[in-house]
């Protein structure tokens, strides 16, 4: 089986880090969507990472997809999102929120890096700011004492920490100092963990 992809996609790091968690082993291929690009779209029409390459040829591709995918493998008791009841909504709402926040970030990173000098529009990157920083603060107070969202460690917390960490690195100004202590305190925690250490976001730190 082959994950394409590098960690610094949060959509293919949350892949990375539960398919470990879960004990599903993959073959790793780190391609980047921009020097990568048309061997990526040989595998994903859309030219997009994380796509899993299985060991039949079938070919998953977008995380939702992917992880829907591994918990169906590993069965109700290991799921990382459960897989019915008002517990399935509750994790589903959450990781949505994480999902949604990180992909805001995502696109102000595009907005802010890849476009030509003095092509970025400050005020859509402000709004893209505001949401990601929007969801990070229902998820902050969401989260509040607790040692994780939902009671046990589900894909709302993997997906939170993925976005926080990845936002530390592209979106410093979404995640000031202190602004989310909870999410920051929970980032660190996993950030500990072999998963997360496997997908260590230091080489792309500046
Ligand atoms: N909804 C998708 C989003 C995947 C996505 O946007 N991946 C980015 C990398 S962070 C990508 O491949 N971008 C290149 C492009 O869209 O051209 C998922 O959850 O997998």
């Not at 595998?43 to 995918?69: C, F, K, T, Y």
């Not at 607790?146 to 960490?165: K, P």
């Amino acid at each position: 089986m082959q994950l394409l992809g590098r960690d610094l996609s949060p959509f293919v790091r949350r892949v990375a880090v539960s398919l470990d968690l879960l004990g599903i082993d993959v073959e790793r291929r780190h391609l980047a969507t921009g020097a990568d690009f048309e061997e990526i779209k040989r595998v994903n029409p859309l030219g997009r990472v994380p796509a899993l390459v299985l060991d039949d040829g079938e070919v998953l591709v977008d995380s939702q997809a992917i992880l829907d995918w591994a918990d169906q493998e590993v069965g109700p008791e290991r799921a990382l999102i459960p897989l019915t009841g008002p517990e399935r909504r509750a994790v589903l709402k959450s990781v949505s929120i994480a999902l949604g926040a990180v992909e805001k970030a995502v696109q102000s990173f595009y907005e802010r890096k890849q476009k030509a000098e003095g092509r970025t529009d400050p005020a859509w990157v402000e709004r893209l700011n505001g949401q990601a920083a929007g969801g990070l603060a229902a998820l902050e107070a969401a989260l509040g004492d607790q040692e994780w969202l939902h009671g046990r460690l589900t894909q709302a917390d993997i997906t939170t920490a993925v976005a926080y960490d990845f936002m530390t690195v592209t979106g410093p100004d979404i995640v000031a100092e202190g602004r989310f202590p909870k999410l920051a305190a929970l980032t660190e925690r996993l950030n500990a963990t072999p998963p997360f250490q496997a997908t260590d976001l230091a080489p792309f730190r500046q």
